[in-house]
C-alpha cells in the first residue's frame, strides 16, 4: 500500500508541477488540464497520467524515460544517487522514483496538439 500511494503521490506531483503554464488568455484554458486514472486489473493497478507540454521539452523528456527504462534496478538506484548528489533539493527524480518503486517500465506517447504543444501521458504499472 505504501509503494502504491507513493508513486501516485510522485506521477500526480509531476503532473501538477510539469503541466504546461501559459501567459493568460493566450491559449485555450483546455491546453491547462491534465488527466489522472487508476484501473484495477487481476494482478495489478495502472496509472496513467497526462498533461500538455511545449513540443520543445519533448526530445530532453523522451532521452530521460528512454534512459529509466534502459536500466535494471540496481542502474537505477545508481542514476538516482547521482541525481540527488548533483542536485540535493531532488530535482528530476521524479521519473526514476516511480520506475524503481514500480519495478516495469514506464510507458508513454505524446499526442501533438498544435505547433507548439503536445499532450504527454505515461503509464505506469503497480504491481499488487
Do not use: W
Amino acid at each position: 500500500k505504501k509503494r502504491f500511494y507513493a508513486i501516485v503521490v510522485e506521477c500526480m506531483d509531476n503532473i501538477s508541477r510539469h503541466n504546461i503554464t501559459l501567459e493568460q488568455n493566450s491559449m485555450p484554458l483546455k491546453h491547462t488540464s491534465t488527466i489522472f486514472a487508476i484501473s484495477e486489473h487481476p494482478d495489478s493497478f495502472k496509472i496513467q497520467t497526462g498533461n500538455y507540454i511545449l513540443n520543445s521539452q519533448i526530445s530532453a523528456l523522451t532521452q530521460r524515460l528512454e534512459k529509466v527504462n534502459s536500466l535494471d534496478k540496481e542502474g537505477l538506484k545508481a542514476l538516482y544517487r547521482e541525481k540527488i548528489l548533483a542536485k540535493p533539493t531532488g530535482g528530476g527524480l521524479g521519473i526514476i522514483d516511480v520506475s524503481i518503486r514500480s519495478g516495469c517500465k514506464l510507458s508513454y506517447e505524446f499526442k501533438t496538439i498544435s505547433d507548439d504543444i503536445s499532450f504527454f501521458i505515461l503509464q505506469t504499472v503497480v504491481s499488487k
